[in-house]
C-alpha cells in the first residue's frame, strides 16, 4: 500500500498540474469558440494533429528509452540524458529546415495551399516542444515535480495570455474602430491572421518553457556515446512506431474528416468533432496525469517480487476513478457544453461526447496494460498492437466518415481502442502474466454504460428529475464500488486511522 500511496501522490501532483494547466489552456474553448465558427476552429484542430503527428516522430521514444537505461544498475544517468537529447535535436534541426524549404508544397498536401505561413509556424512549435521533451521527463525521472509544474504552469499561463492579448485585445480593439483604434499595436496585430494567433502565442509559450528547461540540458552535458545511442534506437525505434501509429489513433479521425469531406465541410466538422471532443477534458487530464506519475514509477519498481500485483491494483482502482468521472461529464454534458461551447453551431456533435469519454476510458487502459511489454523489454509487442490500432482506424475513418462524418470518427475511435486494450490483454497474459480482473472491470462499465442509457429516457421537459437521478446515480455508483471492493475499503482505512 505504500507504493499505492507513493503512486496515488505522484498521480495527485501532476495531475494539479495537468488539471490547472488543462484548464488555463481550456478555458480557450469557450473564447475560440465564441470567437471563430466551427470552420475556422477546424483549421487548428487539424493542423494541431498534424503537430502531435510530428512530435511522435521527432521524439523517438528517447523519454522511455531514457527512464529504462537511466534505470540500469552502474547507468551513468549524464550520458544516457546527453545522448539522448542529441539525438533528438539533431533530427528536429534536419526536419525544422526541411520544411521551412518546402513550405509551399507541404500546405497544399495538408489542404491549406494559400497558408504558408500555417505551415511554417506549427513547424516551429512542433521543434520547440521536441527539444523540450527529454528535458520535462528528465524532472519527472528526478521526481522533481515542483519544477515540472512549475514550467508546465508558466508554458500555459503565457500561451493563455498572448491569445487573450491577441483574439481578446486587440480583435476587440479592431473591432471597435478598425486599424486606426488599434494605434501603435497595428503593427503586431492584422486581423485577417485569424487562428494565425493561435500558433503565435504557442510558440513564444514553448520558447519560454525550452528556456527553461536549458539548465537540465547544460547540467548533464551534451556528450553522446554513439554505442549507447544504437542500444536506446533498438529499444527506442518499436516504441517510436508504435507512438507513431498510436498518434494515429488519436488524431487521424481529424485528418480524415478535413480530406474525406468537401474542404469547408471537413473543416466545419472537424471543428464541430474537435470542440465537443474537448468535454472530455476531466478523464483526458487525469490519463494524462497517471500516465506521467505511473511510467517512471513502474520502472523504478520492476524488479519487485509484487510488481505484478501492484499492476492489477493500480488498473482497478484507474478503471473506477475513470468511470466516475464518465458518469459526471455524460449526465451533466448539457451543463458543461454552455460552459465550453459558446457558439450552438458545435452543439449538434454533442452525442458524442459519452462515446469518446468511453473510448478514452479504453485508451487509459490500454495504456495500463502497455506496462507489461516495456516492463519485460518487448517493446516490439507496443509497435504491433499500435500498427493494428491504426490501420483499424483508419479503414474505419474510410468507411464511416463519408456516411456519418465526424459521428463515424468517434466509433471509430471507441472500436480502435477496445480493441487494442483486448488484445494487449490477451498477448500479456501469456509472456506477462498479471491478475487483472477483466471481467469484474466490464461489469462495471456495463453498469455504468446501462446506467447513463437509462437516464436518456427521462423527458427533456422534465430537468430536475434528470438531474436528481444523475446525481443519485453517481453518488449510487460511489457507494457500490466501496461497498464491493475489499482492497479499496483497506486503502481508505488506512488513510483515514493514518
Known amino acids: 500500500m505504500s507504493r499505492l500511496r507513493q503512486l496515488a501522490g505522484q498521480t495527485v501532483i501532476y495531475g494539479l498540474t495537468s488539471i490547472l494547466g488543462k484548464f488555463i489552456n481550456y478555458l480557450l474553448t469557450p473564447l475560440l469558440t465564441g470567437v471563430f465558427e466551427p470552420e475556422a476552429y477546424g483549421v487548428q484542430s487539424v493542423l494541431y494533429s498534424y503537430i502531435a503527428i510530428a512530435l511522435a516522430l ?29 539525438f533528438v535535436t539533431l533530427v528536429s534541426a534536419i526536419f525544422l529546415v526541411s520544411v521551412f524549404i518546402f513550405a509551399q508544397p507541404i500546405a497544399g498536401v495538408l489542404g491549406y495551399p494559400k497558408h504558408t505561413d500555417y505551415v511554417i509556424l506549427f513547424s516551429l512549435i512542433i521543434f520547440l516542444d521536441a527539444l523540450s521533451s527529454v528535458p520535462l521527463a528528465k524532472l519527472r525521472e528526478e521526481n522533481r515535480p515542483g519544477m515540472f509544474t512549475l514550467i508546465s504552469i ?26 486606426e483604434s488599434l494605434g501603435i499595436l497595428a503593427k503586431i496585430y492584422d486581423h485577417d491572421k485569424g487562428v494565425a494567433y493561435i500558433f503565435i502565442a504557442n510558440i513564444v509559450a514553448s520558447a519560454v518553457k525550452f528556456a527553461m528547461l536549458l539548465p537540465v540540458v547544460f547540467r548533464y552535458g551534451m556528450r553522446s556515446d554513439p554505442a549507447l545511442l544504437r542500444q536506446m534506437l533498438v529499444y527506442a525505434i ?51 496525469a497517471f500516465r506521467y506519475a505511473a511510467e517512471p514509477f513502474f520502472f523504478g519498481m520492476h524488479k519487485d517480487t509484487d510488481t505484478r500485483h501492484t499492476l ?86 474510410l468507411a464511416f466518415i463519408p456516411i456519418w462524418g465526424f459521428r463515424g470518427s468517434a ?3 471507441l472500436i480502435c481502442y477496445a480493441g487494442m486494450s483486448g ?17 469484474r472491470m466490464h461489469q462495471y462499465i456495463l453498469g455504468c454504460i446501462v446506467f447513463y442509457g437509462l437516464t436518456r429516457f427521462i423527458p427533456a421537459d422534465r430537468p430536475f428529475i434528470y438531474y436528481f437521478t444523475a446525481t443519485a446515480g453517481i ?3 460511489v457507494f457500490w464500488v466501496v461497498r464491493n471492493e475489499k482492497t479499496l475499503q483497506a486503502l ?3 488513510i483515514v486511522n493514518k
Open 58 to 86: 521527432l521524439t523517438f521514444g528517447m523519454e522511455t528509452a531514457m527512464f529504462r537505461y537511466s534505470g540500469m544498475e552502474h547507468a551513468d544517468k549524464r550520458k544516457v540524458f546527453a545522448t539522448a537529447q542529441n
Open 154 to 179: 508558466l508554458n500555459i499561463l503565457i500561451n493563455f495570455g498572448l491569445v487573450l492579448f491577441f483574439l481578446v485585445y486587440c480583435r476587440g480593439l479592431y473591432m471597435k474602430g478598425g486599424e
Open 238 to 288: 518499436p516504441l517510436a512506431i508504435g507512438a507513431l501509429a498510436y498518434i494515429i489513433n488519436e488524431k487521424a479521425d481529424l485528418i480524415f474528416l478535413k480530406q474525406l469531406l468537401p474542404a469547408s465541410e471537413g473543416d466545419e466538422q472537424a471543428g464541430i468533432y474537435g470542440a465537443c471532443y474537448k468535454l472530455a477534458i476531466l478523464l483526458t487530464i487525469f490519463i494524462q
Open 312 to 397: 492489477a491494483l493500480v488498473m482497478d482502482y484507474f478503471v473506477w476513478f475513470c468511470l466516475f468521472i464518465f458518469l459526471v461529464v455524460a449526465l451533466y454534458v448539457d451543463v458543461f457544453k454552455w460552459i465550453f461551447l459558446r457558439d450552438e453551431a458545435y452543439w449538434s456533435g454533442i452525442d458524442i461526447v459519452p462515446v469518446l469519454l468511453i473510448a478514452n476510458l479504453y485508451n487509459g487502459i490500454y495504456q495500463n496494460l502497455s506496462m507489461w511489454y516495456k516492463l519485460s523489454g518487448k517493446t516490439l509487442y507496443g509497435m504491433y498492437f499500435s500498427i493494428t490500432g491504426a490501420a483499424f482506424t483508419i479503414m474505419l475513418n
Open 411 to 413: 466509433w471509430a475511435t
Open 423 to 439: 488484445i494487449s490483454y490477451i498477448v500479456g497474459q501469456k509472456f506477462y502474466p498479471v491478475p487483472y480482473r477483466f471481467g
Open 475 to 477: 453518488i449510487a455508483y
Open 492 to 494: 481508505i482505512g488506512k
